[in-house]
C-alpha cells in the first residue's frame, strides 16, 4: 500500500508541476507579446525620427553653407547685390525645406524637438529676410545682419541640443 501511496503522490507531483510550468509560460508568453510591441515600436520610432532629424539638419547644412558665402562675400569691399541676394534665395529655399519637414517633427517628436525645429525655420525665415534687405539696401545695417546670423546659430544649437537628448535617451 506505501508503494501505491508513493506512486500516486509522485503522478500528483508531477502533474502539479507540469500544470505549474505550463502556466508559468502561458503568463510570460502573455507578457511577452506586448513587450515585444513596445520595443520594436519604440526602436520604429526612433528610427523614424533620426530620418526625420537628421533631414532638417541637412537642410540647415545648406543653410549654413549660404550663409558662409554671405559672410564671405559680405567681407568684400566690391559686393555683387545679385549674388547676395541668391544666397538669400538659397537661405530662403532651405527654411522652406525646414518648414515641410517640421510636419514630420511634430508626428514623431517629442514637442521640445518640434519646438526647436519651428524656431529654426523662423529664424532662417528671419535670417532670409534680413539679408535679402541687407543685399538691396545701400545704407546696409550690418549690425542687424550680425543679430539675425547669431541668432540663427543660437537657433541651431538649440535643436541639435534637443535631438541630440532625444536620440541620446534609452527607449522606455
Not at 501505491?4 to 502561458?26: E, Q, R
Not at 526602436?43 to 543653410?63: F, G, N, P, T
Not at 534665395?89 to 532651405?94: D, E, I, K, L, Y
Request: glycine share 6%; proline share 3%; hydrophobic share 45%.
Amino acid at each position: 500500500m506505501d508503494q501505491g501511496i508513493a506512486a500516486v503522490l509522485g503522478a500528483l507531483v508531477g502533474v502539479l508541476g507540469t500544470a505549474g510550468t505550463a502556466s508559468l509560460g502561458y503568463i510570460a508568453a502573455r507578457k511577452q507579446a506586448p513587450d515585444q510591441g513596445r520595443i520594436a515600436h519604440a526602436q520604429q520610432l526612433r528610427a523614424e525620427r533620426r530620418e526625420a532629424y537628421l533631414a532638417v539638419m541637412h537642410a540647415d547644412a545648406e543653410c549654413d553653407d549660404a550663409l558662409l558665402r554671405f559672410k564671405r562675400l559680405r567681407q568684400q569691399q566690391d559686393r555683387d547685390p545679385a549674388h547676395m541676394s541668391a544666397l538669400a534665395a538659397r537661405v530662403q529655399a532651405a527654411a522652406d525645406r525646414i518648414w515641410t519637414m517640421t510636419r514630420d517633427i511634430d508626428l514623431v517628436g517629442p514637442e521640445a524637438v518640434a519646438g526647436a525645429v519651428t524656431d529654426l525655420w523662423r529664424r532662417a525665415v528671419n535670417t532670409a529676410e534680413t539679408l535679402m534687405s541687407f543685399s538691396n539696401a545701400t545704407d546696409a545695417d550690418e549690425a542687424a545682419v550680425d543679430e539675425m546670423l547669431d541668432a540663427m546659430e543660437t537657433g541651431r544649437a538649440q535643436f541639435i541640443v534637443a535631438t541630440r537628448h532625444v536620440m541620446e535617451s534609452p527607449p522606455r
